[in-house]
């Protein structure tokens, strides 16, 4: 109103009006309001300028003269187009969402959590709004404060991104009573879905084929033992409205189903509120395959090829690859044709992804689930169909039909996606937290993509999913797709936190997975060729951080003089001479290195079993560049908290000056009399008491963090002196939570 109120005063007539801050427009009992100008004394004084006014915001944007939201829905689906959606949703999905919508035009509103008050999605969204502390529970899953403030803010739709709310049910249909469009399927086909044992019934009625296993009601836990034992072991526990993998549970032998069961169904319940669990025959040695499909409310549905993604961790996928390597036409369109097949079963609209394990060793497919939602993979598929289906997903919600029939869908090179976690892969895989406190990524590119909501000096957080970003890339074919993904994980540098970036690097160079000879139980097969055993320094490696070192203490001090020999770069040092020793830990690893200054940039180097050796070298900003045997190395370094960083072609190595050996401590000792926490997070439950006999490997205390649960078991026979925290209780990494009384001697 006040643009075309501006825009008839400057053509027809020169009307004197006064600005304010609290003023409202008011037409036909509606009230909006607008921050400019009194405007309502203005309009009502020139009907011809209120009658232009409202022509250009009937013709440009007729939901603004109505706060109802059923008129707005029944406006965005008339005109098909949404002009503003609320995304629920946090991190790098947020942001992905976003990007596309400020490409479309359409305006976002972003939720945030406490801790999330300065984050990288907040920041992006044209409006933000707190709702709530950190617990999911009470900000990101309130479905009932997300939808009051889309229909508040004006925002004709909702997009969930992925998990919290994605593939709520309850959720979609309230959205649907509120009359804002769920940029996703309706709540019917979400609840078929979403369970993972009736599912399987429709799947099967439906020709889709299923793996054989036990989807009843009865949840009795004798009930479901005595289907394992029919079924034969080993099996698989999953929850009946799981994802990504959280309360599943592998089951090898009789006597450990129980246990497994209870862990299954702890986990579900906090993760889907419902801890019903699901028994199915567990397939050796699968390929996770997935395909993408997409559905329109025209009775329209298509797939986008397949992904696979059999390379995972704790049953969660880290590297995804589209095409799935190794399948013929014939079985990619039948992969395909069976995904619509299912989709359509259930009168499906949106983007979804159906999931199918495949044995490799017959190449027969069998259904395991469909992701209701927009996969935490999908740019793979984005990247090999030249599509957006972000986009997709927003024209489908405002009613239009699919941009693209089947046999227009192109097929197109090859794509990698990696996940780069805060995580510890040498110690289990446990998910970490922390400050990003450096952080050096790729370059993007029409061939490379880096999807993440973080940035420098941003926390990745205890209470939310560990994953920093994904790093993903094209290429015409997929040796030539691997080698730029090594490439862009050689230049993705982290500091501050433990990451998985070393880990997928070395996964990728592996020649069993360059060869595509690749299953869910890829990891666990491979387990001693890709996890570091010897962490000692290489010789070049030990040369670039001295290197490194010597280079930062060269650089300018708080002297004016620039004669001074405080500033001089010769390695001078009043009363010493040009020869020092630095010495270096890495690890358990400390070095002793002589350093003998030759002049400008050259350096003699030598430490014990190593022969003397020249080195030059220089540090340009973070660019470090040393040469040494005539060969030229370049890496990256970052000085943080006193340590050395060094990012080479070997990998990320944290290097610092020694500890004198009265601060190291032996923790072996106290490891076999104590239960310490292995990371932060949350004391779920705790099964023994002061003064209990227990056993080793006995289930002692359940803790959570990022959404995973870990069992710690008793790490000898003993008995209980102290328990330091009860359930319930947030606990710090390397927390003592239960102390055993010392053996006697």
Not at 523 to 528: A, G, K, L
Request: aromatic content about 6%.
């Amino acid at each position: 109103l006040t643009s075309a109120a501006h825009q008839y005063n400057h053509s027809k007539i020169k009307p004197n009006f006064r600005g304010t801050q609290d003023s409202r427009v008011h037409w036909k009992q509606r009230s909006i309001p607008s921050p400019h100008f009194t405007a309502r004394r203005v309009l009502c004084a020139h009907p011809p300028m209120l009658r232009h006014a409202v022509a250009r915001l009937q013709a440009s944007a007729p939901f603004l003269l109505t706060r109802d939201a059923s008129t707005r829905t029944a406006l965005a689906r008339e005109r098909g187009r949404l002009n503003k959606i609320l995304v629920a949703n946090r991190g790098e999905i947020a942001c992905r969402v976003m990007r596309t919508a400020k490409k479309l035009g359409v305006r976002t509103v972003a939720v945030y959590s406490d801790p999330d008050a300065n984050s990288m999605h907040v920041e992006m969204a044209d409006e933000a709004y707190n709702i709530g502390p950190a617990a999911s529970a009470e900000s990101y899953l309130r479905g009932d404060r997300i939808t009051d403030l889309a229909i508040a803010t004006g925002a004709e739709g909702i997009h969930p991104g992925y998990g919290f709310l994605s593939e709520n049910a309850d959720f979609a249909d309230l959205c649907a009573q509120k009359d804002v469009i769920f940029i996703g399927p309706p709540g019917s086909a979400i609840r078929e879905m979403g369970s993972k044992s009736g599912s399987k019934i429709l799947m099967t009625e439906a020709n889709v084929p299923v793996v054989r296993g036990y989807h009843g009601e009865d949840q009795r836990p004798e009930k479901l033992q005595a289907e394992a034992q029919k079924i034969g072991y080993p099996v698989l526990i999953k929850a009946v409205k799981g994802g990504g993998g959280k309360g599943m549970r592998i089951v090898k032998n009789d006597g450990a189903f129980q246990e497994m069961l209870e862990s299954s169904r702890r986990e579900a319940l906090k993760s889907f509120g419902d801890d019903r669990v699901l028994v199915e025959k567990y397939i050796e040695r699968p390929r996770h395959v997935e395909v993408q499909v997409f559905a329109d409310m025209h009775g329209n549905a298509v797939y986008l090829y397949e992904r696979d993604c059999s390379v995972q961790r704790r049953h969660q996928k880290i590297i995804e690859e589209a095409p799935a390597p190794g399948l013929s036409k014939e079985l990619r369109r039948q992969l395909g044709e069976t995904a619509v097949r299912a989709a359509k079963a259930v009168g499906y609209v949106g983007a979804g992804t159906v999931e199918f394990i495949f044995d490799t060793e017959t190449d027969d497919f069998y259904f395991m689930e469909m992701n209701t939602r927009l996969q935490v993979e999908h740019p793979v598929t984005e990247m090999i169909t030249h599509t957006d289906l972000v986009e997709w997903q927003l024209r489908i919600a405002a009613g239009l039909p699919l941009p693209l029939k089947q046999e227009d869908i192109p097929l197109d090179g090859h794509s990698f996606e990696a996940r780069v976690y805060a995580e510890n892969p040498e110690g289990g895989f446990l998910p970490g937290s922390g400050p990003l406190k450096f952080m050096r990524t790729p370059t993007p590119s029409d061939v490379l993509r880096v999807e993440t909501g973080v940035r420098q000096g941003d926390v990745v957080s205890v209470h939310y999913d560990p994953m920093i970003a994904k790093l993903v890339v094209w290429g015409p074919d997929r040796d030539q797709a691997l080698a730029r993904l090594l490439a862009g994980l050689r230049e993705y540098n982290i500091a501050g936190l433990n990451t998985n970036i070393d880990f997928l690097s070395t996964l990728g160079n592996h020649p069993e997975f360059r060869a595509a000879n690749v299953s869910t139980k890829f990891i666990e097969e491979h387990r001693s060729s890709l996890l570091k055993t010897d962490h000692t320094m290489p010789r070049h490696i030990v040369a670039q951080a001295v290197v490194a070192l010597l280079q930062q203490e060269k650089r300018p001090t708080s002297c004016s003089d620039a004669t001074a020999p405080w500033n001089t770069s010769s390695g001078w040092r009043s009363n010493d001479s040009l020869t020092r020793t630095v010495a270096i830990s890495h690890r358990d690893e400390t070095r002793d290195v002589t350093v003998s200054y030759l002049g400008g940039n050259k350096y003699t180097v030598q430490w014990k079993d190593v022969a003397p050796f020249t080195i030059e070298g220089s540090l340009s900003g973070e660019n470090l560049r040393v040469q040494i045997d005539g060969k030229r190395l370049s890496s990256t370094v970052a000085f943080v908290d006193g340590e050395i960083h060094l990012f080479a072609e070997d990998g990320h190595f944290t290097v610092a000056a020694a500890k004198p050996s009265f601060l190291h401590s032996n923790t072996s000792s106290a490891s076999q009399d104590a239960l310490i926490a292995p990371m932060t997070g949350r004391v779920e439950k705790v099964n023994v008491k002061v003064g209990d006999v227990v056993k080793k490997d006995q289930a002692l205390v359940v803790m959570e963090a990022m959404k995973m649960e870990l069992v710690l078991r008793a790490p000898r026979d003993g008995k209980v002196e102290r328990v330091n925290f009860a359930a319930g209780s947030l606990v710090n990494e390397t927390a003592l939570i239960v102390q055993l009384e010392a053996p006697a001697k």
